[in-house]
């Protein structure tokens, strides 16, 4: 078997290599994700809910696991919470890489991701309340200039281009698909500079 493209040690010298952006914006609540990582046939595979449609925020959208901070939690603690309630991964079966740079969404959640390796996707039990499905795709997907739907979205006086995917039968876009791109822009997967807003 291939070793995973990019190789775990240049994705953590990487997400260690610079100084962070966090933001502050008043009236936003604090959230955060783990983007989990699985060794894949010389590529990594990311691990993906689609939320349930009883949700109060982002009901059916496919996202990353990951939820509001608690009072006194970090990003990292609070992104380990939210998997193991969410697919009951435990924080003994991730391999934290680093924290890269928060997104904010014009739904009012400023986001923090936090990148893992899991060890595989045995032992994934989805939360029904909260989880409607986990399923994994190659991040080679999203570096894959052919897989990207470009739209111009305007908020606030200002248009932004929003980019869509489609991998069997799921749309993935907004703030996980931000976070996604913004990835691959650090580890050299595809051109361009990172964004802060989904």
């Known amino acids: 078997m291939l070793p995973p493209f990019p190789s775990r040690e240049f994705m953590t010298a990487r997400l260690s290599g610079g100084d962070r952006r966090t933001h502050c ?3 936003y609540r604090h959230a955060a994700v783990l983007v989990p990582l699985i060794a894949s046939d010389g590529d990594w595979d990311v691990l993906l809910t689609r ?3 009883d949700l109060p925020h982002h009901r059916g959208q496919i996202a ?3 939820g509001s901070l608690d009072a006194g939690e970090d ?3 609070a992104a380990l919470r939210e998997c193991e309630e969410e697919i009951g991964i435990s924080r003994a079966r991730i391999d934290l890489l680093g924290c890269h740079d928060d997104i904010w969404t014009p739904s009012g959640f400023i986001i923090s991701p936090v990148v893992g ?3 595989g996707i045995d032992g994934v039990v989805p939360n029904p309340a909260e989880v409607a499905r986990v399923f994994t ?3 080679s997907y999203f570096a894959d200039a052919d897989t990207a739907q470009r739209q111009l979205l305007r908020h606030e006086g200002v248009e932004r ?3 869509f995917y489609r991998w069997e039968g799921e749309t993935i876009w907004g703030a996980t698909a931000l976070i996604l791109r913004n990835l691959l822009m650090l580890f050299g997967m595809i051109n361009g500079e990172g964004r802060s807003i989904a």
């Open 51 to 53: 939320r349930n449609s």
């Open 25 to 27: 914006r008043d009236g």
């Open 117 to 119: 390796v899991l060890d």
């Open 137 to 139: 795709t190659p991040l």
């Open 161 to 163: 281009e929003v980019f």
């Open 75 to 77: 990003c990292v603690t």
């Open 64 to 66: 990353l696991p990951g």
